[in-house]
């Protein structure tokens, strides 16, 4: 007897005799047979779903890169599994891990440098392979790409400096050099500006202009020029130096010449203090040559009238004075000549007409004599004044032969030299 494809219920055959009510009863039991069964009808469960075991599934496989299927979840990061998934809580212990790696890692103290390849930045104090011992302490940023080359940046806590430093594939590390700023940093060590048309310019910091151009020129020159505020470009040459003998020329001149101008006029300087009395030499400082130009022995010097300035007396039996005084002057005077005339009122005889010496200690003055003890005078009356001198002038009565004084006293000024 045949049985239909799905239910395996049975058919009746052409050849057969029917019968109808077997044939019904066989087909009720059939039926009821495949009710509540796998691969039969299926019967809700009290809960209105279909029992599992009325269901004809398979097992469900494991999912892989090739295949769809069950997939486990884990929490773990390090798995290197291919066939399970991560959760939530894992991408955020990624993430925080991730945020954590961006803020400095400290190193343990001996830790050597050269072992410091995976890409981060490290907190460093106290390491093998400084770049420069007294900085040590201070931040590694390392950066790290294959095959092995890494790149290493120190900077010093203390000190502000900046440091670099490579690795090549073959583990060699280049030696450490300080990194150059262009806002307060420092330049250790050699930097080459190659070519005729390369330039270093330093810009002038108010923005007004491009500042300076340092250029190595063609013709074995390296200039120093005046740059041009919008293109840089050289501006004219203020100062260049020759690459063959290393003198620095400018416009209309060179160092050498110059120092040996210095040295001749030095020396022609020393010769002049020399011919003055004076002790110096080519060698010496300017400072030693002002020196012994302060100390030469001649002084400054001053002159000047009184205009015939006069005095007269009133008694024949006295003598007469006069005072005078001489302002204005750059200096002191220490030591001061007159030249003077006594005679009597009638300008008749000339009894004294000579110059005479006042010194500022009044210890060397020279008084002037004439016929018969006739005399003019300083006695102690000179003084020094900030820019001058006073003095007084007196002389004797008048002694005229056998005694006679009938005449009275007359003194005229004239001249006057001053000495410091």
Known sequence: MANTDKLSLPLIESNMTADVPRDMNALAEAVDARVGVAGGLAVLGADGKVPADQLNVKDPVDASLTQKGIVQLSNAISDTSQIKAVTPYALKT???LAVAGMRLRNINNGTNLDTLTQTGLYRIVDKVNFPNSPDSYGVLQVNADTPGYVTQDFIAILSAKRYTRARTETGTW????????????????????TGPEKALILKNPNGSATGIRL???????????????????????????????????????????????VVDGKSAVASAINGK?????????????????????????????????????????????????????????????????????????????AI???????????????????????????????????????TSKIDQYAGSSSDLPKIMVYQWWAYE
């Open 94 to 96: 990624v993430y925080d």
């Open 356 to 394: 005479v010496m006042a010194d500022s200690t009044n210890a060397n003055n020279i008084i002037a004599y004439g016929w018969r003890g006739n005399y003019i005078s300083f006695g102690d009356f000179f003084r020094q004044v900030t820019g001058g001198f006073t003095l007084a002038l007196r």
């Open 215 to 261: 250029q190595a020129g063609g013709d074995g020159r390296f200039y120093i020029q005046k740059a041009n505020a919008a293109t840089g470009a050289g501006d004219g040459n203020l100062v260049w130096i020759n690459g063959t003998d290393g003198n620095l020329y400018w416009p209309g001149g060179d160092l050498n010449s110059l120092k040996q101008s």
């Open 174 to 193: 280049t030696t450490w050099k300080e990194a150059f700023t262009t806002d307060g940093g420092y330049i250790n060590g050699d930097v080459t500006i």
């Open 277 to 353: 009395g004076g002790s110096a030499s080519g060698s010496n400082t300017f400072a030693e040559l002002a020196a012994a130009i302060t100390n030469l022995p001649v002084k400054r010097f001053a002159s000047g009238t009184f205009n015939g300035q006069t005095a007269s007396g009133t008694n024949p039996n006295d003598g007469v004075s006069i005072n005078l005084a001489v302002n204005g002057l750059a200096f002191s005077p220490s030591r001061v000549f007159i030249r003077a005339r006594f005679s009597d009122t009638a300008d008749f005889t000339r009894q004294v007409d």
